[in-house]
C-alpha cells in the first residue's frame, strides 16, 4: 500500500475531477450532435429501454434510421477500442429502439406549443431538413417543410436501400416528427408548385436543406449509349420499385464510394449476375467505408482499383469499359488530383455502366432575387452562421457541407435550427464543445478485463441476394445488454469537494487504478484518465468528499426510496448489467456495480423500511467488474452486520448473495 500511495506522488500533470468538472466521453464529443451515448448505453444496459430512446432523441430526431446507418464516428474515439474492441455504440442505439418498440413506451412525441409566432419554410425533407425542423418546432417555431418526392426522406428514401434502412422504419421516424405538429408538405416542388419568392414572402425565413440530388457524368465517349445510367435514378427507381430494363447481367459500377457499394449491391440483387466495381483509388484508399466494403465482397461484389475510365466501349450497346492505370489520386497536398498512364490501357467486359462518381444539388429553383451562388451553382454560404447573402435564407446539410455522413446532415440543421431562432428573436444558444478525457493509461489498460464486442447478426448471404430485406437482425435484449456492460464509464466517475476534502489520502490508498493522487502538499485530485468509476473511493471517503457523475450517493438514496414504495417488503441491491436475480421477489435497486454500497447506504435500506437486504454480486470465480470490487461489497456487508449485531438486532437481516450465472462479459 506505501508503494501504491509513492506512485501517486508528484503526479502533478495529472487533470483533477472537482465537482465543476466539464470532460466528456470520447464517444460523445466524437458524435457530430454529440449524444449522451454512454448515459443510453447505461439505460439499455439495466434493461430500461424508454429511457434510453429518450436520451437518444434529446439529440437526435431519427434514431431508428441512424442506428441502422450511422457511420459511427464516435466507435473511433471509444475508449474501450484500446483496451480491446470499441463498444457497438451505433447497434445499441438500435437496441433502445427495438426495445422501446417492443413494450410499446417511448414513441409518443411531445406536445409542442408554437408560442413563438413565427414560421420558417424549410426546402427538403432529407436528415438536415428533419433535424431543423424538429428543433424549431421544440423552440416554439412553427416549421413547414417543402418537399418534391412523394413522400418524405429525401436521400434516406430515395438512396439508401431497403436492406439498410426499411422504409417503414423511416416512415416510424416520420411520424413521430409530424406528431409534434411539423406539417410536411410532399409533392410540392419549389419553383413549379410554389416559387423561391413567394415562399421568402410568406414566412418569416427559409432553409434551404436540399442536398444532393443529382448526379454528376462523366465526359468520356460512350456516356450517351442506353446501357449507361447514373447512380441517382438508378437508386431512385430501385426504391420505389420500378422495372429497369437497361439492366443487363454483366454490370460495370464506376466509383469506390458508399454510394456506389449501395449501387453495387443493388443491382447483385437485381440483376443476380456479376458486378464489378471499378474505381481510381487503390484498395486502402478506397471513400468507402470499410464494413460496407466488406459487406459487399461478402455478396460477391468484385473490386478492380487503381483504374480511372477513359472510354464505353460498344457499337450501339455497352460492351465494356475501357480503363487507364490511376498512378495517383491525391497531389502532394492531400488534394484531388488524379494522374494516369495514358498507355497503359484495358477493358472490363461489361454490358450495363453505372456510373456513381458523385452528386450534386438543383438550386434551379432560386430566382434573381435569391441567395447568391459562385461560379461552380454553389451557394455563397456563411458556415458560422449558417446564412446565404439573402437576408432571413439560411442553408443547411449537404447543398452547403458536401457529401458525407447522414449524422453529419443531422448536426447541421440542428445548428442552422438555432441559427433561424437566433434570427427570429427566440432564445436559443449554439452551446459550447464539449472536451474530451484523454486515453486510458498504460497501466490501466491491464487492469481492465477483456471481453469480446457483440457481433450484429445477420442474413446468411445466399439468403439476403434473393431480396431487398434488412440484412442486420439486431442485437436483441440478451446480447444488447451484454455489449453495454462493457461500456467503461469514461468521464463519469469519482469528483470530489475541494472545500470538504481534507487530505487524509484515504481515496489514494484504496484506488485500484492509482486515479486519485497526491504531492507534497497534500491531496491534488482524481485524474479522470484514469478513474473506472468503481466507486470505491466514494464508499471510503470519511467526510464524504467524494461523489460519483454517474449514481450519485443522491442518487442511489433516491432509488431506496423509490424501491420501498413498492409492495415488496425486501430489498436487493444488484449490478445494473446482470439479469439475473438472487431475490426474485424483492424490490430491486441497480448500480454500476455493487462496490459502490457503503454501510451508511445498507443500513439506510433498512431504516426506509426493508425487512431483509440482499446484495448480489458475481459469482465467486468472478471479482466483479471492477478489481477489488468484491472485497470492497464484502467489507462494506460484514461491518453493516456487526453494527447490527452490537446494536442488538439480527445481522442476518443483510445477506451477501452470489448471482448463479456468469457475467455475460465474459461469454463469447
Not at 150 to 160: N, Q, S, V, W
Not at 428 to 451: L, M, S, T, W, Y
Not at 545 to 552: N, Q
Request: hydrophobic content about 40%; overall charge negative.
Amino acid at each position: 500500500m506505501e508503494h501504491e500511495l509513492a506512485d501517486s506522488i508528484n503526479r502533478s500533470s495529472a487533470r483533477p475531477i472537482t465537482g465543476d468538472a466539464q470532460l466528456r466521453a470520447p464517444c460523445e464529443v466524437a458524435c457530430p450532435i454529440h449524444t449522451r451515448a454512454q448515459r443510453y448505453i447505461q439505460l439499455v444496459a439495466e434493461g430500461k429501454y424508454d429511457q434510453a430512446l429518450a436520451v437518444v432523441r434529446e439529440t437526435n430526431p431519427l434514431p431508428q434510421s441512424i442506428g441502422r446507418i450511422c457511420a459511427h464516428p464516435c466507435e473511433e474515439s471509444c475508449r474501450r477500442g484500446r483496451v480491446d474492441e470499441p463498444i457497438a455504440i451505433c447497434n445499441l442505439k438500435r437496441v433502445a429502439s427495438d426495445g422501446a418498440k417492443a413494450t410499446g413506451l417511448g414513441y409518443d412525441p411531445p406536445a409542442v406549443e408554437f408560442t413563438s409566432g413565427r414560421k420558417v419554410a424549410i426546402i427538403g425533407s432529407g436528415p438536415s431538413g428533419l433535424a431543423a425542423a424538429h428543433d424549431l418546432a421544440l423552440m416554439g417555431v412553427q416549421p413547414v417543410i417543402f418537399e418534391k418526392q412523394p413522400a418524405a426522406g429525401g436521400f434516406l428514401r430515395t438512396g439508401i436501400l431497403n436492406y439498410r434502412l426499411p422504409k417503414n422504419i423511416l416512415d416510424e421516424d416520420i411520424d413521430y416528427i409530424r406528431g409534434m405538429g411539423v406539417e410536411i408538405r410532399t409533392a410540392t416542388s419549389v419553383g413549379d408548385d410554389i416559387s423561391f419568392d413567394e415562399l421568402a414572402s410568406e414566412y418569416d425565413a427559409v432553409l434551404i436543406a436540399v442536398g444532393l440530388s443529382e448526379s454528376r457524368s462523366l465526359p468520356i465517349p460512350g456516356v450517351d449509349l442506353p446501357q449507361v445510367l447514373l447512380a441517382v435514378p438508378f437508386l431512385e427507381d430501385v426504391n420505389a420499385g420500378r422495372d429497369i430494363p437497361q439492366l443487363g447481367k454483366e454490370i460495370i459500377v464506376i466509383g469506390g464510394g458508399n454510394v456506389a457499394i449501395d449501387v453495387a449491391r443493388s443491382a447483385k440483387r437485381i440483376s443476380g449476375g456479376k458486378v464489378t466495381m471499378v474505381c481510381l483509388e487503390a484498395d486502402h484508399e478506397m471513400p468507402a467505408h470499410d464494413w460496407e466494403i466488406a459487406d459487399a465482397r461478402t455478396e460477391g461484389i468484385e473490386m478492380v482499383c487503381s483504374q480511372g475510365p477513359n472510354a464505353i466501349v460498344g457499337d450501339g450497346k455497352v460492351e465494356g469499359l475501357q480503363v487507364k492505370k490511376c498512378q495517383s489520386v491525391f497531389d502532394v497536398n492531400g488534394r484531388f488530383a488524379p494522374t494516369f498512364c495514358e498507355t497503359e490501357l484495358s477493358v472490363v467486359p461489361g454490358d450495363t455502366v453505372i456510373i456513381t462518381i458523385g452528386q450534386m444539388s438543383n438550386l434551379s429553383f432560386l430566382t434573381k432575387t435569391g441567395p447568391d451562388v459562385n461560379e461552380r451553382g454553389i451557394l455563397i454560404f456563411d458556415r458560422d452562421l449558417c446564412t446565404t447573402s439573402r437576408r432571413g435564407v439560411f442553408a443547411s446539410g449537404e447543398v452547403v457541407t458536401g457529401p458525407g455522413a447522414a449524422v453529419n446532415a443531422l448536426a447541421s440543421g440542428k445548428r442552422a435550427a438555432i441559427a433561424v431562432a437566433r434570427y427570429l428573436g427566440v432564445d436559443a444558444n449554439f452551446g459550447h464543445e464539449p472536451v474530451a478525457i484523454g486515453e486510458v493509461p498504460a497501466d490501466v489498460r491491464e487492469q481492465i478485463k477483456q471481453a469480446p464486442r457483440r457481433k450484429m447478426p445477420a442474413r446468411g448471404t445466399d439468403e439476403r441476394l434473393t431480396d431487398f430485406g434488412e440484412v442486420e437482425t439486431g442485437l436483441g435484449e440478451v446480447d444488447g445488454r451484454c455489449e453495454a456492460s462493457r461500456c467503461l464509464l469514461c468521464g463519469s466517475g469519482a469528483r470530489y469537494s475541494q472545500l470538504k476534502c481534507v487530505s487524509c489520502l484515504t481515496c489514494v490508498r484504496v484506488c485500484p487504478y492509482g486515479a486519485p493522487w497526491a504531492d507534497k502538499d497534500g491531496f491534488g485530485g482524481i485524474d479522470p484518465d484514469k478513474c473506472q468509476a468503481c466507486g470505491i473511493c466514494f464508499t471510503q471517503c470519511p467526510v464524504k468528499a467524494i461523489d460519483l457523475t454517474v449514481m450519485s450517493e443522491t442518487d442511489i438514496e433516491q432509488e431506496i426510496v423509490v424501491a420501498m414504495a413498492t409492495e415488496s417488503p425486501d430489498m436487493e441491491f444488484g449490478c445494473w448489467y446482470s439479469q439475473s436475480r438472487v431475490a426474485p421477489e424483492a424490490a430491486f435497486v441497480a448500480l454500476p456495480c455493487t462496490s459502490r454500497l457503503s454501510v451508511r447506504l445498507l443500513l439506510n435500506a433498512l431504516e426506509a423500511g426493508a425487512e431483509k437486504v440482499f446484495v448480489a454480486v458475481c459469482s465467486e470465480d468472478d471479482d466483479g467488474r471492477f478489481v477489488h470490487g468484491h472485497r470492497q461489497t464484502r467489507a462494506a456487508v460484514e461491518e453493516a452486520r456487526k453494527l447490527l449485531e452490537e446494536a442488538g438486532l439480527d445481522p442476518e437481516k443483510i445477506e451477501l448473495k452470489f448471482v448463479p450465472e456468469k457475467k455475460c462479459m465474459k461469454e463469447a
